[in-house]
């Protein structure tokens, strides 16, 4: 089953929504409006960012930012034992450290 999230409405009515399908897969659906034809496309999330910056990618990338724990999230920055920080075993400070040093 594949979930939907509105991104954005413009004003006149084209919609965008991040999409996850039942594999997984995560791109962003586009809705033209009636006037335009009401054509729908599937774009790949790189491809969708790499297109502009208009409000709907900047929409995307606001929530992508939310996802970005700075200690002032909502959930007061815990995270449970079984979370762990990073998958590759460093850390935000050594990240910072190694991309300084080039």
Avoid at 88 to 98: I, K, M, P, T
Wanted: hydrophobic letters at 30%; proline letters at 4%.
């Amino acid at each position: 089953m594949a979930k939907a999230r509105k991104l954005y409405c413009s004003p006149d009515d084209d919609r965008w929504y991040l999409i996850r399908d039942a594999s997984g897969e995560v791109f962003v659906r586009h809705e033209a409006n009636r006037a335009s034809g009401g054509h729908v496309a599937l774009i790949e999330i790189g491809t969708f960012l790499g297109s502009g910056r208009g409000p709907e990618q900047q929409e995307l990338l606001r929530l992508i930012g939310t996802l970005v724990n700075d200690g002032t999230a909502q959930d007061g920055g815990s995270r449970p034992a079984s979370h762990p920080r990073t998958r590759c075993g460093q850390g935000s400070a050594d990240l910072e450290q190694s991309q300084s040093d080039r």
